[in-house]
Nanobody, 114 residues
Framework: VQLQASGGGLVQAGGSLKLSCATS????????MGWYRQAPGKQRELVAS???????DYADSVKGRFTISRDAAKNTVYLQMDSLKPEDTAVYYC?????????WGQGTLVTVSS
C-alpha cells in the first residue's frame, strides 16, 4: 500500500489548510486511515482517524477544529484543519492499517505562524 500525502504549507494562526492522502488501493480495503503528527522534540501522536465504517476519532487538542473525511471515488482521505494554532506546527503523516499491518506515507510539513 502506498500513501501520498500533500497539502502542507505555511499559514497564519487562525487560518486553514487541507491535507490530502491518496492511497494506491481502494480505501474500502483499509481498516483504518488516519493522520498523525510529530512536532520537533515530541513523539508522534494521533490527530484523527476514520474507520471503514466511517467512525471517526480525534485528539482532544483538535476536536472542533479539524475534520477527517474521505472520498471513496478518489481513494483519498482528507484532513481539513481550521482555526490553526502555532502548536499545530508539525510534520503530518498519513497512516493506513490493514490489521495487523501498518503503512505510512511521507510527511507533509505544516507551519503555523503566530
Amino acid at each position: 500500500v502506498q500513501l501520498q500525502a500533500s497539502g502542507g504549507g505555511l499559514v497564519q494562526a487562525g487560518g486553514s489548510l487541507k491535507l490530502s492522502c491518496a492511497t494506491s488501493i481502494s480505501i474500502f480495503s483499509l481498516n483504518v486511515m488516519g493522520w498523525y503528527r510529530q512536532a520537533p522534540g515530541k513523539q508522534r501522536e494521533l490527530v484523527a482517524s476514520v474507520t471503514t465504517g466511517v467512525m471517526t476519532d480525534y485528539a482532544d487538542s483538535v476536536k472542533g477544529r479539524f475534520t477527517i473525511s474521505r472520498d471513496a471515488a478518489k481513494n483519498t482521505v482528507y484532513l481539513q484543519m481550521d482555526s490553526l494554532k502555532p502548536e499545530d506546527t508539525a510534520v503530518y503523516y498519513c497512516n493506513a492499517r490493514i490489521f495487523p499491518r501498518v503503512y505510512w506515507g511521507q510527511g507533509t510539513l505544516v507551519t503555523v505562524s503566530s
